[in-house]
């Protein structure tokens, strides 16, 4: 039989919340209540391709590497679930743009493995959630929970130009010939990371063979400052 589960259960975070800032980067472990519960659900269902479109016939996405998306819409948020997010967002407000936020009110992560042995230069290309050039206080911020247990690599920071994204057709590049990593936010299990994202930044993995038998899984969410142009 197939299960039916809450949102605001399966999704409610830890009575208490220790942020920790680092280095411009907010830290929260243990992060999630029900983290194994979350991690059950994302290891027992299909993942749908993302950016796949097999009419262009030029991605390497299904050949070289999987580069699939969960999107779960919450159609019907609740008092919980404001509360919850605005318990984030008070975190956020500290260091960042003190107003309201706006998000998608969705449940989103990122899944990701490869199929062929890829060499370690190769990593997820930069990109930017908001302009570069933003002041970190009006940046959109983006919100990342670390939910696999390999607990490889993480997200890399980078110095540099902003150069065109062909990540449609290629997700992963020799970053290192372009750009410069400033830093590696560490990636951990159920640890969840705040940032601006107006600097250039992509998903690092410094072994693939170790996610030769599993995902990499990373929840995604953008807060957005209202009444701010990004
Ligand atoms: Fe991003």
């Known amino acids: 039989m197939n299960k039916v589960y809450s949102n605001d ?19 929260i472990d243990d992060f999630y209540e029900n983290a194994e519960d979350i991690y059950d659900m994302i290891t027992t269902r299909p993942y749908p391709l993302w950016k796949y479109n097999a009419e262009e016939g030029e991605t390497r996405n299904g050949i070289d590497y999987y580069d699939c998306r969960i999107v779960d819409k919450n159609g019907h948020p609740t008092r919980e679930y404001f509360n919850e997010h605005n318990r984030i967002l008070d975190i956020c ?6 107003g309201e936020y706006t998000w998608d009110m969705i449940y989103e992560f990122n899944c990701f493995k490869p199929i062929k042995e890829m060499a370690n230069e190769l990593q997820h290309y930069p990109h930017i959630d908001s302009a570069l ?22 997200t890399a920071v980078y110095g540099g130009e902003w150069i065109t994204n062909d990540e449609n057709i290629n997700l992963l590049y020799p970053v290192e010939e372009r750009f410069k990593i400033e830093k590696v936010i560490e990636h951990k299990f159920n640890r969840a990371v705040i940032f601006p994202g107006n600097c ?6 410094n072994d693939y063979s170790k996610y030769k038998d599993d995902w990499r899984f990373t929840q995604v969410t953008f807060y957005k400052p209202i009444n701010y142009e990004n």
């Open 9 to 27: 259960e399966l999704y409610r975070l830890n009575p208490v919340l220790k942020p920790e800032m680092r280095d411009g980067v907010i830290y």
């Open 93 to 98: 407000r500290r260091y960042w743009w003190k």
């Open 133 to 154: 050039g933003t002041p970190d206080a009006n940046s959109v911020l983006n919100f990342l929970v670390y939910m696999d247990k390999v607990e490889d690599g993480g």
């Open 200 to 205: 250039m930044h992509g998903a690092y993995i």
